[in-house]
């Protein structure tokens, strides 16, 4: 860590473009939105910056809270199903071959190089009433039909008068299988990164010792991979928190997270600066999640220690 | 606010992506050369908004090269134009954004004298509330937000927005717009308001009116309800009569029906914003679109309703005759063009529509 001190000049020239890149294309806007958020609209189209704390109060409304809440518990559910789908996915990928590693890396990369607009509309042709999975269901339906009636049960109708397509989309089920298909990646390459790095020499001790499947897996495994688990769940959990395409296209009619607000007010509502203190709140909620996460990862250091 | 769409649909998102790409390949092949107002001119249009041949033969009649801008809603149009130094020279706002944006000093004011052509233009089309005296807009095009229906699954025409509002008939096979404004506006006529109410106590009426009906409503459809109807997803939505036309042209089992009650008249404009650096390119687009043949073969292409009665003239009985495109006068009774009500009406509209979700 010295190193640098030695060559402050070659060190400045290589955080240049980083420094540039983060004050201007994050720090700046940002800070704009800041700014804007204590404005007050005077016109159609003019904010006149008035150090008003109005639009924050505003934003403090119950139904504002509880939609914020709403969008965290979405996203918490949405984090855990990923984590639940990613981790043995990122176990298995871990124990192949170097060549079937690859290509089940590239399976789950893959999806990536297509834009998620699209991702998600090839969803709707999956989910809904004409869609792929009803067709299944339907081909089954008759087939299972074609069985009774080959038994001689066939006029009993045990499975209903006919085919009712199964209720896959705008409802909440769709929101979170949108949700979790989209960030799913996100949680499998932080956990792989880190089981890879797992010595697998740990479980066979662990194993040798006496401990079972089970007991090795929560004393040694997730103890020894939770740095992996604990940057999935923030790649998920702060995207999904701001998600307003996937509910927008496949949430049903109660399907409002904070982020469908925030894109209204500065299309729809026109209304800029109450826009920008909504998303500071809800840059503030992330924050403090994190906040959240340090105090118990403190905690729990304390606690090992002792 | 989306009721342009190509044959093969697209998605107001999917479309502004490869806007996007069609945008930077345009302007990398536009090189100006400045004189007294260069033979070019920007035009920010809806997608599937103008004739397959109008910009071309345009370049052909006059030598001035359009370079053609989409945008996916109003409220995308108006974001863009606040920027002053935008750099369009025509665009196609709807009435109310007309208004909105003549109220935040965005337009130029048109010369008359400049569009002989306006003489084509019907006559109710020129005396108007949004604009009076014509004086910042022309208008484009129009048509109705209606009932689009499936007839296989519902029984006879529907008539009332009741059979959307307050009917449990069609549970779970209902989609409305996914705006507040238009879901709001057939609440309000459908309780026998205003379309442009901007009491408080009416929009909470509204608002109790639809969410007692939500647990019916499968979904608020952003852009696809036309969709959603063709694929069997609903019975029955609230669309913009363009949109209904395309899919209806495809399933014969499609029909459209406009409500008693009354409900959105809406008209899309030709305008000029205000900083336009072709201000005589501007006029003299304006002014071929409103050439009987030009404006014929628009209406024909994309089969909305023109107000250009030469061009009318011109067209094939199957486009004046159509009942989707030209309600009768008694259909249209009760409807009511489009109004910019003020930011405190839009506030309470979005705070509504807000609560509308959450319910």
Not at chain 2, 12 to 21: E, Q, S, V
């Amino acid at each position: 860590m010295e190193s640098w001190k030695r060559s402050p000049l070659v060190f400045a020239i290589l955080a240049l473009p980083a420094t540039f890149w983060l004050v201007v294309f994050f720090l700046l806007p940002l800070g704009f939105v800041w700014i804007l958020s204590f404005g007050e609209k005077t016109s159609l189209v003019d904010v006149e910056i008035t150090w008003t704390l109005a639009n924050y109060w505003r934003a403090l409304d119950t139904i504002y809270l509880e939609i914020i809440w709403k969008s965290v518990w979405i996203s918490a559910l949405a984090t855990l199903l990923c984590l639940a789908v990613a981790y043995p996915i990122a176990f298995l990928i871990s124990f192949l071959s170097p060549r079937m590693k690859l290509l089940m890396l590239m399976a789950i990369i893959m999806p990536f190089w297509i834009n998620m607009l699209i991702r998600t509309y090839a969803l709707i042709a999956v989910l809904r009433r004409n869609g792929y999975v009803n067709f299944i269901a339907e081909w089954l339906w008759n087939k299972a039909n074609l069985v009774l009636s080959a038994v001689g049960l066939g006029e009993y109708h045990l499975l209903g008068e006919k085919f009712e397509p199964l209720p896959l989309i705008y409802n909440n089920f769709s929101l979170m299988v949108g949700l979790v298909y989209v960030f799913l990646p996100f949680m499998v390459l932080p956990l792989y990164a880190t089981i890879e790095r797992l010595d697998k020499s740990y479980l066979e001790a662990s194993l040798d010792l006496g401990a079972s499947q089970f007991r090795t897996f929560v004393s040694v495994t997730l103890p020894l991979t939770m740095p992996g688990v604990v940057s999935g769940v923030i790649l998920v959990f702060i995207p999904c928190l701001g998600s307003f395409l996937i509910p927008d296209l496949l949430g049903g009619t109660n399907a409002q997270m904070i982020g469908n607000v925030i894109t209204r007010q500065f299309k729809q509502a026109n209304d800029w600066p109450f826009g920008s203190a909504l998303s500071f709140l809800l840059m503030y909620v992330t924050f403090g999640a994190l906040a959240l996460r340090a105090f118990f990862a403190a905690r729990g250091a304390r606690r090992t220690e002792e | 606010m989306k009721r342009r769409k190509p044959l093969v649909p697209t998605s107001r998102r999917g479309f502004l992506a490869g806007t996007g790409l069609a945008a930077m390949c345009l302007t990398f092949g536009s090189k100006y050369a400045f004189s007294e107002e260069e033979k070019a001119l920007t035009f920010y249009n809806w997608d599937t908004y103008i004739g397959p041949d109008t910009l071309s033969d345009f370049e052909e009649a006059t030598g001035i090269s359009v370079k053609m801008d989409l945008f996916g809603d109003n409220d995308e149009l108006f974001a863009k134009l606040r920027n002053a130094k935008n750099g369009y020279d025509v665009i196609v706002p709807s009435s109310d954004f007309v208004e909105r944006m003549v109220a935040a000093d965005m337009l130029m004011p048109l010369d008359h004298d400049k569009i002989p052509n306006m003489a084509n233009i019907q006559k109710r089309f020129l005396e108007v509330d949004f604009d009076p005296g014509r004086k910042y807009s022309l208008p484009y095009m129009w048509g109705t937000i209606g009932i689009g229906y499936n007839k296989e699954e519902v029984e006879g025409t529907p008539d009332s927005w009741e059979i959307l509002l307050a009917s449990d008939k069609y549970a779970d096979r209902i989609a409305l717009l996914g705006d507040a404004q238009h879901v709001l506006q057939i609440a309000l006529k459908y309780l026998g308001y205003s379309l442009h109410s901007t009491d408080p106590k009416q929009i909470k009426e509204a608002e109790d009116l639809i969410i007692a009906q939500k647990k019916n409503i499968k979904v608020f459809a952003d852009d696809n309800g036309q969709d959603l109807l063709a694929s069997g997803e609903v019975a029955l939505v609230q669309e913009w009569n363009g949109d209904i036309l395309q899919v209806m042209a495809e399933d014969e089992n499609l029909g459209y029906s406009l409500a008693k009650e009354g409900g959105l008249l809406w008209e899309d404009c030709l305008a000029i914003p205000k900083n336009a650096p072709h201000p005589d390119n501007a006029h003299k687009f304006i002014n071929f679109l409103n050439e009987p043949e030009v404006n014929a073969a628009i209406a024909e292409a994309i089969q909305f309703g023109t107000p250009n009665e030469a061009a009318l003239k011109l067209l094939p009985d199957s486009y004046t005759k159509n009942p989707v495109i030209f309600p009768s006068e008694e259909a249209l009774k009760n409807y009511e063009s489009a109004k910019y009500l003020g930011e405190e009406a839009t506030k309470l509209y979005d705070e509504a529509w807000t609560r509308i979700k959450a319910a």
